[in-house]
């Protein structure tokens, strides 16, 4: 008789669980309405490079505060190596475009694996790339807080399989899908980029639900 009343609670409970998770309302990449905090950069944010001639490159940083409570969330850096300059002339100084994460922002990531030689094989993750109207709040792979991802990036290295998500696109918005733990819950939303080319990248607006 117990485990006929068993079968049923535990059934009960997967559903309401399912249940639960299926009343979540979705946040989907470049929607938003008055249940999002919302804001639009104008004029759109680039980063801005100074060139070190001595070494061969311009570097750049700017920051967003995501939540709006005045703490910089969001850390941007863009380094330019000398189109001359091999890349494997580069091991200290080589070109990229990432994010550093703070306050409890996450990104949505791509993970790829690439052979490290001698039959090891490594990965790296990449901030993913998403088009307009993808669904984020069911995303699989976030990164870390406090820590940096790169949209793409050139390694000095043989052993590399591609240079991130973002390095091949040109004259093209796409997203980056962030939650952030605020009150031990997520807050889900996402940041548009206009990406021109791979040294012109425009951040022109974001949304994370209130």
């Known amino acids: 008789m117990k485990r006929l009343l068993y079968y049923p609670l535990v059934f ?5 669980s399912c249940k639960k998770e299926d009343d979540r309302k979705a946040v989907t990449a470049g929607i938003y309405d008055s249940t999002f905090t919302y804001h639009e950069f104008s004029p759109p944010l680039k980063v801005t490079l100074q060139e070190d001639t001595l070494n061969k490159y311009s570097f750049g940083a700017d920051s967003v505060d995501i939540n709006l409570d005045g703490n910089f969330d969001l850390l941007i850096s863009q380094r330019i190596t000398d189109k001359n300059v091999s890349r494997f002339d580069t091991e200290n100084n080589y070109p990229f475009y990432s994010l550093q994460l703070k306050n ?3 990104v949505a990531t ?10 090891f094989w490594n990965y790296v993750d990449w901030v993913d790339s998403l088009h307009y109207n993808t669904r984020i709040d069911n995303i699989s792979e976030w990164s870390d807080t406090n820590t940096s991802r790169a949209m793409w990036l050139v390694a000095p290295t043989i052993f590399w399989g591609s240079n991130g998500c973002w390095y091949d696109l040109t004259d093209t918005e796409m997203y980056i899908g962030i939650r952030m733990k605020i009150d031990s819950n997520y807050k889900f939303g996402w940041i548009k980029v206009n990406e021109i080319s791979r040294e012109n990248m425009f951040f022109l607006s974001f ?3 209130k």
Do not use: D, S
């Not at 009960?12 to 309401?16: K, R, T």
């Not at 791509?110 to 039959?119: L, T």
């Open 104 to 106: 409890g922002l996450e």
């Open 12 to 16: 009960l409970l997967i559903f309401n």
């Open 207 to 209: 949304a994370l639900e």
């Open 110 to 119: 791509k993970r790829e694996n690439y052979p490290q030689g001698q039959g």
